[in-house]
């Protein structure tokens, strides 16, 4: 993935993260997102070939993020998303020095507009006395079986030039 797109998608995810207020939805944690390589499997148990029960018995509980034929990330009642199509689910998390962050908490925490989060994790200042990471699980189905998973993170700290705008 081309590094423009990803910070699309950061953009969109930490925007889409801020919608889901009033339910309180439990955070992957950094272990979450490992990946064995070897098997293609999750931390969770989940791999490649396995079915919506596998994954949702697994990651029901959080907030995922689904773009359903390259449309725009959604995110769906767990009951609605159309895994029988060409699906891609993302479950997000970012990482303020190394602990998993609710963003609605944080936002509440610091006296910021929801709307100015990404600006606010991503600014000289706070990076230089802070650490920031966004991690993703991404899950790619076809024919309503996982047909590939990813698992990447964003470094804001390392990586940040090319985050601005």
Not at 13 to 35: H, I, Q, R
Not at 45 to 57: M, R
Not at 122 to 149: A, P, R
């Given at each position: ?20 207020c009033g339910k ?142």
């Amino acid at each position: 993935m081309k590094k423009p797109a990803v910070m699309f998608a950061a953009v969109v995810m930490t925007f889409s993260l801020l919608t889901g207020c009033g339910k309180v939805t439990p955070l992957l944690s950094a272990v979450d997102y490992e990946l064995d390589l070897d098997t293609n499997t999750t931390n969770k148990g989940v791999s490649v070939g396995d079915t919506p029960e596998a994954f949702l018995a697994a990651y029901g509980e959080y907030r995922i993020f689904t773009s359903v034929n390259g449309g725009e990330y959604q995110v769906f009642p767990t009951e609605e998303i159309p895994f029988g199509d060409s699906v891609t689910c993302l479950l997000p998390t970012f990482f303020i020095d190394g602990l998993p962050v609710d963003p609605d908490v944080f936002c509440e925490e610091n006296e910021i507009e929801k709307s100015a989060l990404l600006a606010f994790l991503t600014s000289d200042d706070y990076l230089q006395s802070h650490t920031v990471v966004y991690y993703y699980l991404t899950f790619t189905w076809e024919d309503g079986v996982i047909s590939e998973i990813t698992s990447r993170y964003m470094d804001y700290n390392e990586d940040a030039s090319y985050y601005m705008q």
